[in-house]
């Protein structure tokens, strides 16, 4: 079994500035992908960006990057010129591929709160 | 664009009362799953569906039932309602065989046992 490891509750930056969220996943699944989520208050899902663990480029979109170190098993978030409207519950995620179709497994969640 | 349908949205219902939460997607997703959130946590998959007919349990089955006789529909049944399963649940779809193995969610329902 997989598990996803967010290993901070809560952050607190300023506008504009970067921040940088972390999560760790243990596996011995060798092909997998790996999801970052925004949740605002209206509870909706958002898929902000995801990783295939093959590649090794990090992905990128817009001023939302990560950090994928497969070796480590870590998959960080960083969010450039952080902005009022990112404030929310961020998960990561991680889905193993082959056989069978589970879902998601998702870490605890940090809650990011941009100060004006 | 209306993507995965949740109804309802909120619902509170008494200890034993059963009741059907629904799912319909419109993508022609052949995957559909259901999770639950409990407060401060992630989710985790209750149940899933890789296709009409087919169903498999999660990580939390315990006291759910699910169908899908249709590709566009998965509802989840609550046969004896208890306080634990009092959550926010959410069902989501994928196209996951393709390229793009993203799950798309609803907006979840809010559901309290009391």
């Known amino acids: 079994a997989q598990t996803v490891t967010q290993s901070q509750p809560e952050m607190s930056v300023q506008e504009a500035e970067t921040v940088t969220l972390s999560c760790t996943y243990d596996t011995s699944e060798s092909n997998y992908y790996l999801f970052w989520y925004k949740q605002p208050p209206s509870r909706q899902m958002i898929l902000v960006i995801r990783q295939e663990a093959y590649k090794q480029q990090n992905a990128t979109e817009n001023r939302f990057s990560v950090n994928f170190q497969k070796a480590a098993k870590s998959f960080s978030l960083k969010i450039s010129d952080s902005q009022l409207g990112d404030t929310a519950m961020y998960f990561c995620?991680?889905?193993?591929?082959?056989?069978?179709?589970?879902?998601?497994?998702f870490g605890k969640g940090t809650h990011l709160i941009i100060q004006p | 664009n209306a993507g995965v349908t949740q109804t309802p949205k909120f619902r509170i219902l008494k200890i034993g009362q059963s009741m059907t939460l629904q799912c319909a997607q419109d993508m022609n997703h052949n995957y559909m799953y259901w999770y639950r959130q409990d407060p401060g946590m992630g989710l985790k998959l209750i149940y899933y569906s890789v296709g009409a007919g087919i169903t498999d349990k999660g990580e939390v089955p315990n006291g759910y039932n699910v169908s899908r006789s249709t590709t566009e529909d998965f509802p989840l049944r609550l046969e004896l309602a208890a306080p634990s399963q009092t959550s926010v649940y959410f069902c989501?779809?994928?196209?996951?065989?393709?390229?793009?193995?993203?799950?798309?969610f609803g907006a979840g329902t809010r559901l309290s046992v009391l």
């Open positions: 989501a779809s994928s196209n996951r065989g393709l390229a793009e193995n993203i799950q798309y």
């Open positions: 995620a991680f889905m193993k591929l082959g056989g069978g179709a589970d879902g998601l497994t």
